[in-house]
T-cell receptor, first 113, second 114 residues
Framework: AQSVTQLGSHVSVSEGALVLLRCNYSSSVPPYLFWYVQYPNQGLQLLLKYTTGATLVKGINGFEAEFKKSETSFHLTKPSAHMSDAAEYFCAVQMDSSYKLIFGSGTRLLVRP | EAGVAQSPRYKIIEKRQSVAFWCNPISGHATLYWYQQILGQGPKLLIQFQNNGVVDDSQLPKDRFSAERLKGVDSTLKIQPAKLEDSAVYLC????????????FGQGTRLTVV
């Protein structure tokens, strides 16, 4: 069964610094990959997704992620953090054989002024 | 476009009581998910519907949880009897049929069992 591992339950960066949130998946075949963001007391919102084709995916709010099959990774990055980026970020996988959408445990991003 | 609607937003019950949550997905979305999100954890898939059929309920504690999706639209999730460990946010999401489609989430129902 597929699973998702997010390294680091909390990541703290200074405003303007690079954001890097890590995600690794376990699957015998490349799955579809997603990053969602959750603001306090809100549901989850899609940031970006990888399906096929270009391995560097751009999303909303300046975020991007790169699918690396050899490393089974889909890390999320943003060149310059903004205070409004403070939220919880979830990586998720979905297999072609079913529509199950499985989430990682999440990483809380803190942005220091 | 209206989003996924959930009610109630908050619910406090005593253990051993029953509770029900309601979800109205986005019009046209055949796939509907119910997730349980315990504080500090990622969403855990409880059940997934395709129209009014169950695709996956392997993580649903069937001795106390039940869910239905009548006419392939609205869905209800019920807990009876509730336990303290059921305290969590229950999220409903919907999407178009097929993989790689964005799942749209409701704001969730925060359940506290005392």
């Amino acid at each position: 069964a597929q699973s998702v591992t997010q390294l680091g339950s909390h990541v703290s960066v200074s405003e303007g610094a690079l954001v890097l949130l890590r995600c690794n998946y376990s699957s015998s075949v490349p799955p579809y990959l997603f990053w969602y963001v959750q603001y306090p007391n809100q549901g989850l919102q899609l940031l970006l997704k990888y399906t096929t084709g270009a391995t560097l995916v751009k999303g909303i709010n300046g975020f991007e992620a790169e699918f690396k099959k050899s490393e089974t990774s889909f890390h999320l990055t943003k060149p310059s953090a903004h205070m409004s980026d403070a939220a919880e970020y979830f990586c998720a996988v979905q297999m072609d054989s079913s529509y199950k959408l499985i989430f990682g445990s999440g990483t809380r991003l803190l942005v220091r002024p | 476009e209206a989003g996924v609607a959930q009610s109630p937003r908050y619910k406090i019950i005593e253990k051993r009581q029953s509770v029900a949550f309601w979800c109205n997905p986005i019009s046209g979305h055949a796939t509907l998910y119910w997730y349980q999100q315990i504080l500090g954890q990622g969403p855990k898939l409880l059940i997934q519907f395709q129209n009014n059929g169950v695709v996956d309920d392997s993580q649903l504690p069937k001795d106390r949880f039940s869910a239905e999706r009548l006419k392939g639209v609205d869905s209800t999730l019920k807990i009876q009897p509730a336990k303290l460990e059921d305290s969590a946010v229950y999220l409903c999401a919907s999407s178009f049929t097929g993989t790689a489609n964005e799942a749209f989430f409701g704001q969730g129902t925060r359940l506290t069992v005392v």
